[in-house]
């Protein structure tokens, strides 16, 4: 979708190791999003960024970093994986404000 | 801060026949977009309908049609005609007209499971 690339598409870490996950977009999208996913939660937004080195946190960014060195590319870091943070991991990008967000196929989490 | 709630966690529908979906939201807000979102197995998040609060008539999209009560802060999700194929884990969502800060976001339900039975 709008060729927006997640990867790892599976990962299993143990607790206490760092975590990247990766987002790559050709869309030239202005705007990324990270999501985590839980049952019973919905989508939950985890920090977002408006464009290069321009990032913000969202409403679970607690234990999350996130850089974005290039357009085309949003980092999630897990600085030190922890069980809460087992969860599928979606990225999102929108061009301009009023245009639809765009997912991609989301990373399985699990933590250790 | 707004919330959405999707109350019913699953359901489940006869091949062919209509089902709703039922979603609510709480904003204080004036300007604001509606959404569906279907999630099949496949985990992709697909765009099924949006809803913009300053329209008064109900989105449509195929099969897929809105009821959008802004005062009661309703907006329901009706599948007509149902197929195997709609079988999937649908979201509703929020989103602010206002575009600074985190009004960029997209506010989820918790979803609904949609079962179709053959």
């Known amino acids: 979708d709008a060729g927006i690339t997640q990867s790892p598409r599976h990962k299993v870490t143990e607790t206490g190791t760092p975590v990247t996950l990766r987002c790559h977009q050709t869309e030239n999208h202005r705007y990324m999003y990270w999501y985590r996913q839980d049952p019973g939660h919905g989508l939950r937004l985890i920090h977002y960024?408006?464009?290069?080195?321009?990032?913000d946190k969202g409403e679970v960014s607690d234990g999350y970093s996130v850089s974005r060195s290039k357009t085309e590319d949003f980092l999630l870091t897990l600085e030190s994986a922890t069980s809460s943070q087992t969860s599928v991991y979606f990225c999102?990008?929108?061009?301009?404000?009023?245009?639809?967000?765009?997912f991609g196929n989301g990373t399985r989490l699990t933590v250790t | 801060a707004q919330t959405v709630t999707q109350s019913q966690p699953e359901m489940s529908v006869q091949e062919a026949e209509t089902v709703t979906l039922s979603c609510t939201y709480d904003t204080s807000e004036s300007d604001y977009y509606l959404f569906w979102y279907k999630q099949p197995p496949s985990r992709q998040m697909i765009l099924v309908i949006r809803?913009?609060?300053?329209?008064?008539q109900n989105a449509t999209e195929n099969r897929f049609s809105v009821n959008f009560q802004k005062a009661a802060k309703s907006f329901s999700l009706k599948i007509s005609d149902s197929q195997l194929g709609d079988a999937a884990m649908y979201f509703c969502a929020y989103r602010s007209a206002y575009t600074s800060g985190s009004a960029r976001q997209l506010t989820f339900g918790s979803g609904t499971q949609l079962t179709v039975l053959p």
């Open positions: 999102a990008s929108r061009e301009i404000d009023n245009s639809p967000l765009h």
């Open positions: 809803q913009e609060a300053y329209k008064q």
């Open positions: 960024s408006y464009g290069v080195k321009d990032t």
